[in-house]
Antibody
Framework: QVQLVESGGGVVQPGRSLRLSCEAS????????MHWVRQAPGKGLEWVALISYDGNNKYYADSVKGRFTISRDNSKNTLYLEMNSLRVEDTAVYYC??????????????WGQGTLVTVSS | QSALTQPASVSGSPGQSITVSCSGSSSDVGGYNYVSWYQQHPGKAPKLMIYEVSNRPSGVPDRFSGSKSGNTASLTISGLQAEDEADYYC???????????FGGGTKVTVL
């Protein structure tokens, strides 16, 4: 069965960096586009970033453009999110999610359990 | 870009039907048939319920249906059950500066 397991969250001071990981299993990772989606405490979902199946195409939300970098290692079945210049408003649970095969755009068919990032001084 | 607009809450009695709306613009909901809906129970990850406006993934009960008219998409739950009580989020692909927009979420309460 499909499993997505995030890690790397924690408490970090404003302006510092953090790297999240998402280990995938149960599907052919190298065939699937992957996303990060976040949810601030008590708030709604916000799409953050997308990386194509081969890593050649990357897209970002305006709120993180220039600060966050999405990447992947298909040999390790792992997705990453490098977060720099963190702000208090980046505090959220970060989910990784996979593209649904043979579907159009913005269809996230499996999600991880999430990892909490808290930005606070 | 602003999030898609959903009502904060919708409620219904067991067995009734309810509809959750999701309003956007011609750059997102109205311009593409790429609207999806997600169910989220407290403390859990979201679950895909509807994709491409009206398609149901395997395993999702046929009580859940989706539709779209103009710039507004809708999720209908027929024969409401206690386990349907959750938050529901719509999502659309967008041609704007981002890739996807979510709605603010709707809390569905089963009375």
């Amino acid at each position: 069965q499909v499993q997505l397991v995030e890690s790397g969250g924690g408490v970090v001071q404003p302006g510092r960096s953090l790297r999240l990981s998402c280990e995938a299993s149960g599907f052919i990772f190298s065939n699937s586009g992957m996303h990060w989606v976040r949810q601030a405490p008590g708030k709604g979902l916000e799409w953050v970033a997308l990386i194509s199946y081969d890593g050649n195409n990357k897209y970002y939300a305006d709120s993180v453009k220039g600060r966050f970098t999405i990447s992947r290692d298909n040999s390790k079945n792992t997705l990453y999110l490098e977060m720099n210049s963190l702000r208090v408003e980046d505090t959220a649970v970060y989910y990784c999610a996979k593209d649904r095969p043979s579907s159009g755009y913005a269809v996230f068919d499996y999600w991880g359990q999430g990892t909490l990032v808290t930005v606070s001084s | 870009q602003s999030a898609l607009t959903q009502p904060a809450s919708v409620s219904g009695s067991p067995g009734q039907s309810i509809t959750v709306s999701c309003s956007g613009s011609s750059s997102d909901v109205g311009g593409y048939n790429y609207v999806s809906w997600y169910q989220q129970h407290p403390g859990k990850a979201p679950k895909l319920m509807i994709y491409e406006v009206s398609n149901r993934p395997s395993g999702v009960p046929d009580r859940f249906s989706g539709s779209k008219s103009g710039n507004t998409a809708s999720l209908t739950i027929s024969g409401l059950q206690a386990e349907d009580e959750a938050d529901y989020y719509c999502c659309s692909y967008t041609s704007g500066s981002t890739y996807a927009l979510f709605g603010g979420g709707t809390k569905v309460t089963v009375l």
